[in-house]
């Protein structure tokens, strides 16, 4: 389920916070995971934790505005019907 998370958030150019319960078959971490899919904090499993973060807007860089120009473009075919 992480991979998944930090997928998402690199595709979708955007900062993912996930939450978890402590029981004891977690599915999902609870972390901060940036627009790059990299993991900018995360609790322990299986342990009673509370993260703080500040999020910061980031700059707008080359690489993040194509992907963010892609998102836009599969949003308008998807509501086309796909039929570009």
């Given at each position: 389920?992480?991979?998944?998370?930090?997928?998402r958030a690199?595709?979708?150019?955007?900062?993912?916070?996930s939450a978890n319960s402590i029981s004891r078959y977690q599915t999902v971490p609870t972390a901060v995971f940036d627009y790059?899919?990299?993991?900018?904090?995360?609790?322990?499993?299986?342990?009673?934790?509370?993260?703080v973060?500040?999020?910061?807007i980031p700059e707008i860089t080359f690489g993040m505005k194509g992907r963010i120009?892609?998102?836009d473009h599969f949003i308008e075919l998807e509501k086309n019907g796909f039929q570009d």
């Open positions: 389920m992480k991979a998944y998370l930090m997928t690199a595709e979708n150019v955007m900062t993912v916070a790059d899919g990299e993991v900018n904090m995360e609790a322990q499993r299986n342990r009673e934790e509370m993260l973060y500040d999020f910061e120009v892609n998102n």
